[in-house]
């Protein structure tokens, strides 16, 4: 590098006396450094300028603001709560299988998260977000009152058997009360992170900067952890299925002993049977002598969470009374734009337009279709499916991650349980509680 120079100082000496390299490069340099502090002070000048956003201080939170994320710790409390208790009691109370109740937990997912969707279209389309949260809010309720009384003795024809032992409705009640309420979470979840969003905009409307929204969403995901981790490790003890937990407040359930299987009485009674079907005196002597099963999931879910989520959203409707929410009408959706490009180019239309090069060139060839939209709303679908790549490696991690309440359940029923020092109900709460240490670093003031 060094013999370069020298030769270059070397032929603009010759050509221009007193000129060198260095002297024309340390000219460049200062040229630039000062056409950069011209346009750097020129645009820190300007308001709403880079340099004002990156030195801008965070805008303090609504009142409005903080009622909606005390609401989402209330749902997610109430959600994980419910749901950490699924594997026990469609098991040991509703006589599912292991394989059963791992088809029911999917259809679970997959409607609490599928029908978000349709909630945001409807939001968008037709209601707004605020309506949309306010009528979706009862229906949530409703399919969790109906959970609760269908887990009582009034769902059971035997109370305490198995309900399909003598005309009990508990079984398909379970199924609608949890349909109904993946119905309800569903329509609200798309709507309400975006919805305290907008509790922060100014006077003129314009959103909040970056980092107050970075600050939202830390406290967001704080309140969603704690609200996972306090209401799944309360409500096993409550249920009655663990040693240390409360007793049956209604009832006993035994499982059939150990040495059963020994004694003639039980013959053709056991396993099973001190479950299904009521046992004789001497059979309830000598047979129904095991372990007591939990029923107290009643208990759990009509005076654990169900308290909880009607208190979060009676919060939401008095914090639209006062102090108010900023409310924005709906603007319509793009959804049926989206999926009439998706359906052009699986059937291949072609406008006539040359291909530009890049990614997903389908798109770029329904440009000038009738009936298709715009060109520039084409390119933002198709910006938007290249982006979205990035979250096809998150669905391997839910896959994972939702293995914990499905055959993580059922490997730990006939492991851990038998130890005495764990409840494989509480095993979930483990997500939460790791979660806590990065989402509270991120969360302080920096």
């Not at 502090?37 to 805008?59: F, K, M, R, Y």
């Not at 037709?126 to 003795?153: D, E, M, N, Q, W």
């Not at 993580?408 to 038998?418: E, M, S, V």
Request: proline content about 6%; hydrophobic content about 40%; overall charge negative.
């Amino acid at each position: 590098m060094t013999d370069s120079i020298i030769r270059a100082d070397a032929v603009l000496s010759a050509r221009r006396p007193g000129v060198t390299a260095s002297s024309l490069r340390a000219g460049t340099e200062q040229s630039l450094r000062s056409v950069y502090s011209l346009g750097h002070s020129a645009i820190a000048s300007l308001p709403g300028s880079l340099h004002s956003i990156t030195e801008e201080a965070v805008t303090p939170f609504t009142l409005a603001c903080f009622l909606i994320i005390i609401v989402e710790f209330g749902e997610r409390f109430n959600y994980y709560t419910t749901k950490i208790l699924y594997g026990s009691y469609c098991t040991q109370m509703l006589n599912m299988t292991s394989s059963e109740y791992n088809i029911f937990l999917n259809f679970n997912d997959f409607f609490n998260y599928g029908t978000g969707i349709v909630g945001a279209y409807i939001a968008d389309a037709f209601l707004g977000r605020f309506k949309t949260i306010c009528a979706s809010a009862p229906l949530y309720v409703a399919g969790h009152v109906l959970l609760t009384v269908s887990a009582t003795p009034l769902g059971y024809g035997d109370w305490p058997y198995y309900p399909d032992s003598n005309g009990g409705w508990a079984y398909p009640a379970f199924w609608a009360s949890v349909t109904i309420m993946a119905i309800g979470c569903g329509f609200i979840k798309p709507c309400v992170s975006v919805f305290a969003a907008e509790q922060l905009k100014d006077e003129h409307g314009n959103d909040a900067s970056p980092r107050t929204l970075e600050r939202l969403y830390m406290w967001w995901y704080q309140c969603i952890n704690i609200g996972g981790f306090i209401g799944p490790l309360v409500a096993p003890l409550l249920s009655g299925g663990t040693p240390a937990g409360l007793d049956n407040i209604i009832g006993q359930k035994y499982q059939c002993s150990t040495n059963a299987t020994l004694v003639p009485t039980c013959d053709e009674y056991c396993p099973g049977g001190c479950q299904l079907t009521p046992p004789t005196p001497a059979q309830f002597e000598e047979c129904c002598t095991g372990q007591r099963i939990g029923l107290n999931y009643w208990l759990v879910w009509g005076c654990w969470t169900l308290p909880m989520l009607l208190l979060v959203f009676a919060i939401f409707y008095i914090g639209a009374w006062k102090p108010g929410y900023i409310a924005s009408p709906a603007q319509g959706s793009y959804l049926g734009d989206f999926f009439k490009l998706l359906w052009g180019a699986i059937r291949c239309l072609d406008g006539g337009k040359p291909s530009d090069g890049k990614p997903i060139r389908c798109f770029e060839k329904l440009k000038g279709v009738a009936g298709m939209p715009n060109d520039r709303l084409i390119d933002e679908f198709r910006m938007m499916l290249i982006t979205s790549s990035i979250f096809v490696p998150f669905c391997l991690f839910f896959f994972a991650n939702s293995q914990m309440y499905s055959w993580g359940y059922n490997q730990c029923d006939p492991a851990l349980k038998i130890q005495g020092w764990m409840d494989c109900n509480q095993m979930q709460t483990m997500n939460a509680l790791s979660s806590f240490p990065s989402s509270t670093l991120q969360s302080i003031p920096s």
